[in-house]
Antibody
């Protein structure tokens, strides 16, 4: 059974970098068959695609976030990570990691983490 | 403003049926598979439907979905209070080169 466990700080200061990690168990991030995805949900709002890592260094990012986002994979630790730079209050959200068979078909999700951007 | 359009809310009585629509365009729903997600309060979304109309093995057949042209529909029969949740449609958008979601529909079982 695939499980995704998220970790990282719940509070980030404005203009700093948000960093989250998703540790995968029951599967391998080295598998070229899956989309390792980050999605976020501002409080009381809907889902927003952030980006994914797929098949050996292929990444795709939401155009609205592209200049600030990096998604990477650490195969040794079986983890994938999100970095979002120059954050503002608008980046306050619950952040989810997920595994997808297709980009828009995420079948396993992390527990979600609320990240608040505030000084 | 979401790329895919869903009604903000729907409601029905226990045991009844409800449908939730998801409207898009040729750059998304019209040419790509649609997925549906159920998000119970305070939890992560759960995949409910994939490839327009397929259910993961753990999802009961009370949940069904279809796609026609640039629109998709989720149907839930035999409504239960435990079905109260937010439901999202999602798909790929070739114009944006990104995954897009609907704004979500809150289901209330009266």
């Amino acid at each position: 059974q695939v499980q995704l466990q998220q970790s990282g700080p719940g509070l980030v200061k404005p203009s700093e970098t948000l960093s989250l990690t998703c540790t995968v168990s029951g599967g391998s991030v080295s598998s070229g068959s899956y989309y390792w995805t980050w999605i976020r949900q501002p409080p009381g709002k809907g889902l927003e695609f952030i980006g994914y890592y797929y098949d050996s260094e292929s990444t795709k990012y939401n155009p609205s976030l592209k200049s600030r986002v990096t998604i990477s994979v650490d195969t040794a630790k079986n983890q994938f990570s999100l970095k979002l730079t120059s954050v503002t209050a608008a980046d306050t959200a619950v952040y989810y990691c997920a595994r997808g068979v297709l980009a828009a078909r995420s079948d396993y999700w992390g527990q979600g983490m609320l990240v608040t951007v505030s000084s | 403003q979401s790329v895919l359009t869903q009604p903000p809310s729907v409601s029905a009585a226990p045991g009844q049926k409800v449908t939730i629509s998801c409207s898009g365009s040729s750059s998304n729903i019209g040419n790509y598979y649609v997925s549906w997600y159920q998000q119970l309060p305070g939890t992560a979304p759960k995949l409910l439907i994939y490839d327009n109309n397929k259910r993961p093995s753990r999802i009961p057949d009370r949940f069904s979905a279809s796609k026609s042209g640039t629109s998709a529909t989720l149907g839930i029969t035999g409504l239960q209070t435990g079905d109260e949740a937010d439901y999202y449609c999602g798909t790929w958008d070739s114009r944006l080169s990104a995954v897009v979601f609907g704004g979500g529909t809150k289901l209330t079982v009266l």
